[in-house]
């Protein structure tokens, strides 16, 4: 493991209760991932895989059976608590009695810290939702409120950004144009990020690396070098080099 | 616009069907016809006795309303943040419940005084409404806003202020709004314990006078109370779960 890791999974095994099994369902099964600071990582597999309990493990929503799980060096629980983990899940999880804007100061309020408003606006408006910023979420589209859950996520300069299927609820149009933005957005930051999804168009054009994860229990079937260079421009989709990708990951996902 | 006219049509249709019904006699001399009871309650004559007798009765309720549900809320969130508090309370309010107010009555007469026994009572029917809708809303908070308080590092009590009580906040106000009644039917109970006046004692005095007509206009007078508040706080309700729900 390398000692520039900003997440780290070693030989990491989760197994769930289940009523009437006296062994229960092994989610993830030995699995190691490292994920260096500043990198992309996408983690591809088919639903069941438990490619969302890694990253609840990450998030220390779960814990490890067996194995660890670091982040910077540290337990998962000790950075939440420090409040430098940013996190976005396919559902918004905006409160509806709040803004736009109020949601995403939510952060700074959860942590004690002032609220940082010119930040919020400059964030609001990266994201798109500058004009919509006394909006309620209710009066948003599907896709504004994922970019207001982003934003969200983004807003306490998080040391490790956790996405969890955050376009998993959107049109397939939507989600392209979501996508090119958070491309953009990530682009300007360059935040450890751990994305979790089933698209595989969605990780090569987001991930600096795909990690492809077999189901039941999880394990770490392939890892993919993306060699796209940043800015990665939407027409990089339509290249030989992508379709060539794609054919080679989704086979992966199919075996 | 249709259902609040054939609501209003409905109304009609009752209140006409009660005076012909009235008018015929078939109920006996106990229905009197309905414009028998509004001319009485028109009577200015009479208005200082129902006035006194509303006022003390709605003194009572709102004492009784506002101890209850503060006792409600209080004993909620307590045992919300103390999981060790938790069953007790819930068998508590419970218990408090399953025994009837009639059966409290004399007790509240032993303990308070006689003014006191209404608003008492009124408060335990308050109380359990406001527990039990507290105790519910504050477990409304969906997993995804649980599991992102989580992840942003939050604390048990910060995760109290900012998603659990405004969650439940649509819950809390329709509990006011059911136990407004019931903290009236409190009062009016515990009225009958005793107490110096009150639309309770209204009914008592009218019953055993058989002056019927004046026993439906105290009835009518607590009905339609009852009827105002629980519309102003259907309208607080509805306002809440606009901006909470």
């Known amino acids: 493991m390398s000692a520039a890791a900003a997440i780290a999974i070693d030989r990491v095994s989760k197994r769930f209760a289940l009523a009437g099994s006296e062994e229960g369902v092994l989610a993830l099964s030995e699995l190691s991932l490292s994920i260096a600071s500043g990198e992309f990582v996408a983690i591809l597999g088919p639903s069941g895989c438990g490619k969302s309990t890694l990253l609840r493990l990450v998030a220390a929503l779960e814990q490890p059976t067996a194995g660890t799980v670091n982040v910077n060096g540290a337990a998962p629980n000790l950075v939440s608590a420090h409040h430098a983990l940013g996190v976005a899940f396919q559902d918004h999880a905006l409160l509806p009695w709040l803004s736009v804007r109020d949601n995403v100061a939510l952060p700074f309020r959860i942590a004690g810290r002032r609220v940082d408003e010119p930040a919020i606006t400059r964030l609001l408006e990266l994201v798109g939702l500058g004009r919509f910023a006394d909006a309620r979420p209710k009066q948003l589209s599907g896709g504004m409120r994922q970019r207001a859950s982003i934003a969200r996520a983004l807003v306490l300069e998080p040391e490790v950004l956790l996405l969890d299927e955050p376009f998993g609820a959107l049109d397939a149009v939507t989600r392209r144009q979501m996508n090119v933005e958070l491309q953009r957005i990530w682009s300007a930051r360059q935040i450890t990020t751990m994305l979790i999804t089933h698209s595989v168009d969605e990780a090569l054009f987001l991930a600096d690396r795909v990690v492809v994860m077999s189901g039941r229990p999880g394990r770490i079937l392939r890892e993919v070098k993306v060699p796209f260079d940043r800015p990665r421009d939407p027409s990089v989709m339509r290249s030989e080099a992508f379709h060539h990708l794609v054919d080679d990951l989704t086979e992966a996902l199919e075996t | ?245």
């Open chain 2, 1 to 245: 616009m249709k259902q609040s006219l054939l609501g209003a049509l409905g109304t009609a249709i009752f209140l006409a069907l009660w005076e012909a019904l009235g008018r015929s006699g078939v109920l006996g001399i106990s229905w009197p016809p309905l414009s028998d009871v509004l001319a009485m309650l028109a009577d200015e004559n009479r208005w200082p006795l129902f006035g006194r007798a509303l006022g003390a009765t709605l003194a009572s309720t709102a004492l009784g309303y506002c101890w209850g549900t503060a006792a409600g809320l209080a004993l909620a969130m307590l045992a919300h943040l103390l999981p060790l508090l938790r069953r007790g309370s819930d068998r508590l309010a419970a218990v408090l419940n399953s025994v009837p107010s009639i059966a409290l009555g004399p007790i509240f007469l032993v303990l308070l005084s006689r003014e006191s026994t209404p608003a008492a009572v009124s408060s335990i029917h308050v109380f359990f409404i406001v527990f039990v809708s507290v105790s519910s809303g504050l477990a409304r908070a969906t997993p995804a806003h649980r599991d992102l308080f989580a992840v942003l590092g939050a604390d048990r009590l910060k995760r109290f202020r900012r998603l659990e009580l405004p969650a439940a906040l649509p819950s809390l106000v329709s509990g006011l709004r059911l136990a407004w009644p019931a903290a009236l039917i409190g009062a009016i109970i515990g009225e009958w314990f005793g107490a110096p006046r009150g639309i309770g004692i209204l009914i008592i005095n009218a019953m055993q006078n058989f002056q019927i007509v004046l026993l439906w206009c105290a009835v009518v007078l607590a009905v339609g109370s009852s009827l105002f508040f629980y519309g102003v706080l259907t309208m607080l309700e509805r306002a809440t779960y606009e901006r909470f729900g």
